[in-house]
């Protein structure tokens, strides 16, 4: 790991814009299940099915009662090792934004002020009529008063949380996601298998890239640099070989 992780490091330090693309990976050493690994998400498929606008359409009380729960297990966690270094690596000035397919709101908690949310976020929730905004705490008091679908307080019309599902098109982030990566000249991929379209074609919009993920990826072939291993471990150790290439750790480096 050791050329791989200094590549990742020179790379990342000779870049003019780095982004970094963070999947569901990056947040299972803060106890959240990610997808397609075992014991993962995709496993559960009525779950799958659940996050669906076909089911909050057509089943609104199975999408409440089930669906929120699940998605409730997303919030109220805290970050961990990966989320801190790539906090670090923007504070540094080497990183221009994260984006992440994750809801979790994870990057932001450790401290990331550039985070683009390609699949939304558990912050608010809105109504599938007039688009109003609530807070997604309305949604919670909504169903546990008993109120299924919650509605919306000022139409009526029924409420969705800011969750991009199956059947739904992209947050509006997914756009700047396309603009920064067109400018980028370096993508680090950590913990994403890269798998779900239109996510997994961002890196083919970046000339270099490198991933650190558990298991192999598709991309791992087009990549120049791959690191097999725990994020929190690895982006941790990537921090302190960039802070010795940079000479300054303890200071901001400003491009
Ligand atoms: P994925 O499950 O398809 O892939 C995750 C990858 O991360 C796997 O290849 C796995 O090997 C790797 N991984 C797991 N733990 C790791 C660790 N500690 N260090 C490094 N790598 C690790 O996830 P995806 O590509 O993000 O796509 C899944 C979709 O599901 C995304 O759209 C995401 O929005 C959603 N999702 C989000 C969350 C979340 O918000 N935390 C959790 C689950 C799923």
Wanted: net charge negative; aromatic share 6%; hydrophobic share 40%.
């Amino acid at each position: 790991m050791d050329e791989a992780l200094r590549k990742i490091a020179r790379m990342l330090v000779e870049s003019l814009h780095a982004v970094a693309l963070t999947g569901a990976g990056v947040s299972t050493e803060s106890g959240l299940p990610d997808f397609r690994s075992r014991g993962g998400l995709w496993q559960d498929q009525d779950a799958v099915r659940l996050l669906s606008l076909e089911v909050l359409y057509g089943d609104p009380l199975r999408f409440y009662s089930r669906g929120l729960h699940l998605l409730r297990t997303f919030r109220g966690r805290s970050p961990n090792a990966a989320h801190r270094a790539l906090a670090r690596l923007e504070e540094m000035g080497l990183l221009k934004c994260v984006i992440t397919q994750n809801i979790d709101g994870l990057h932001q908690a450790a401290g990331s002020q550039n985070v683009l949310e390609i699949h939304g976020h558990l912050r608010t929730a809105s109504c599938l009529v007039c688009r109003r905004v609530f807070p997604f705490d309305f949604l919670e008091e909504s169903v546990s008063a008993g109120r299924i679908p919650p509605e919306c307080p000022a139409c009526g019309g029924t409420m969705r949380p800011d969750v991009v599902f199956f059947g739904d098109p992209m947050a509006p982030d997914f756009e700047r996601a396309v603009e920064e990566c067109s400018r980028s000249d370096f993508m680090l991929v950590v913990g994403s298998s890269l798998q779900v379209a239109p996510a997994a074609y961002l890196p083919g919009l970046v000339p270099r890239i490198a991933i650190v993920n558990l298991e192999p990826t598709a991309y791992d072939d087009a990549a120049e640099a791959v690191i097999h291993g725990k994020a929190g471990t690895v982006l941790t150790e990537l921090v302190r070989v960039v802070e010795e290439l940079a000479g300054r750790p303890e200071t901001t480096t400003e491009r």
